[in-house]
Each structure stands twice: as structure tokens, then as C-alpha cells.
T-cell receptor
Framework: ETGVTQTPRHLVMGMTNKKSLKCEQHLGHNAMYWYKQSAKKPLELMFVYNFKEQTENNSVPSRFSPECPNSSHLFLHLHTLQPEDSALYLC????????????FGPGTRLTVT | AQSVSQHNHHVILSEAASLELGCNYSYGGTVNLFWYVQYPGQHLQLLLKYFSGDPLVKGIKGFEAEFIKSKFSFNLRKPSVQWSDTAEYFCAVNAFPTDSWGKLQFGAGTQVVVTP
């Protein structure tokens, strides 16, 4: 248990659905991250939030929409996804985001049908 | 663009064998270096990290890594593996100041299988 929780753990959605992934960290950290983990590919950083402000958008398609209402919560809103978006989505947090250690959640396994 | 390379995608070895996983990165400036591990069905967790100082760093579960700046490498080692070391291992780099705040570049991972 790392202090970073993600819900749901598994999600199956159609291409026309709208769903949201939730991440919560109980570590008092100020930076939060979304990553995409696909088979046989490096982890891809999607978004970075520092003190609730988005500081990195790694050329992510607009069908992924992040939201960070406070330093403890991070959401990833999904709409009109494609089958190639099926992957494990990981949330992470770190103390201050200056290249320090990140703590990862267990991930949400997303399948787009 | 900066990249992180892990030389082996799959490694199979027997218990008590020694393990060394290679990691090279392409950035020549100041770097923070990490090895993460993902055990089957579990979350990514930190094995060890290097920020500065002694280039030989020790982590959890008997792992260590050596930062060789001239070779842009940060190889992971364990003298004697156990079956419980079966996992996927990821090298990650944060390059200062090129990488934006908090950005980690990950390698593709090495799947290690330890046989009894």
C-alpha cells in the first residue's frame, strides 16, 4: 500500500461512453501525475499537476481530460475513446514534483470495446 | 530527445544467480536516476534512487545500482536472486533542467523471471 488509491481498478467501456478515473493520495504531496502503461512500451507520462495547476500535457488527445480539484485528488475524464486507448492507467504523486520519488497507485485497467 | 534504454526485455535466471540489468540514458546534464519494480499484480514501487553523492547506491531487498556518468549508465545489480524477485524492472530518469517539473522518462522495462 503506497498511500495512493485508484478507482475503479477495472473498467470496460464502449467508444461512445463517458467515464472517469479517480485517484486519491493520502501522503500530503503537492504533485500528481497520470501515466499510461501499454504492453511492451515505456510508461507514458500524460499529465502533471503541481499545487492543482497543470504543468505538463504530454500531447495527450483531447478525449482525455484531467481535473485536479485539490492536491489530494486527481481525475481523468474519458470520452469517445478508441480501442487503442486500452491500457493500464497509473496515477502517481510526489512531494514537490522536482524530479523526486513518485509513489504509484495500483492502476485502472481500461478496456475500450 | 532524451531517451532511456534498457538492454534486456526478458531475463530468465535460476535462484542464487547474480542479476545485472542495464540502463542507459541519452541526456548529458544533471540527472536524477531511479529503478522501480513492479511485482506481479502489484503497483510500481521504488527500489532505489540516485540524486548525488556516492555513485553506488543501495536499495531495498539487496539491490544496488551504480551511476557511471561517463557511460551515461545506471545499472541495477543483485548478487543472488530469489524466486520472489520475479518482477518487471523499470529504469527512470529526470533530467534537470530539460525535463519539466516532475517529469520522469521511463525505460521500456525488463521482465525478470527467477526459476526455483
Amino acid at each position: 500500500e503506497t498511500g495512493v488509491t485508484q478507482t475503479p481498478r477495472h473498467l470496460v467501456m464502449g467508444m461512445t461512453n463517458k467515464k472517469s478515473l479517480k485517484c486519491e493520495q493520502h501522503l500530503g504531496h503537492n504533485a500528481m501525475y497520470w501515466y499510461k502503461q501499454s504492453a511492451k512500451k515505456p510508461l507514458e507520462l500524460m499529465f502533471v499537476y503541481n499545487f492543482k495547476e497543470q504543468t505538463e500535457n504530454n500531447s495527450v488527445p483531447s478525449r482525455f481530460s484531467p481535473e485536479c480539484p485539490n492536491s489530494s485528488h486527481l481525475f481523468l475524464h474519458l470520452h469517445t475513446l478508441q480501442p487503442e486507448d486500452s491500457a493500464l492507467y497509473l496515477c502517481a504523486s510526489s512531494q514537490d514534483g522536482q524530479g523526486d520519488e513518485q509513489y504509484f497507485g495500483p492502476g485502472t485497467r481500461l478496456t475500450v470495446t | 530527445a532524451q531517451s532511456v534504454s534498457q538492454h534486456n526485455h526478458h531475463v530468465i535466471l535460476s535462484e542464487a544467480a547474480s542479476l545485472e540489468l542495464g540502463c542507459n540514458y541519452s541526456y548529458g546534464g544533471t540527472v536524477n536516476l531511479f529503478w522501480y519494480v513492479q511485482y506481479p499484480g502489484q503497483h510500481l514501487q521504488l527500489l532505489l534512487k540516485y540524486f548525488s553523492g556516492d555513485p553506488l547506491v543501495k536499495g531495498i531487498k539487496g539491490f544496488e545500482a551504480e551511476f557511471i556518468k561517463s557511460k551515461f549508465s545506471f545499472n541495477l545489480r543483485k548478487p543472488s536472486v530469489q524466486w520472489s524477485d520475479t518482477a518487471e524492472y523499470f529504469c527512470a530518469v529526470n533530467a534537470f533542467p530539460t525535463d519539466s517539473w516532475g517529469k520522469l522518462q521511463f525505460g521500456a522495462g525488463t521482465q525478470v523471471v527467477v526459476t526455483p
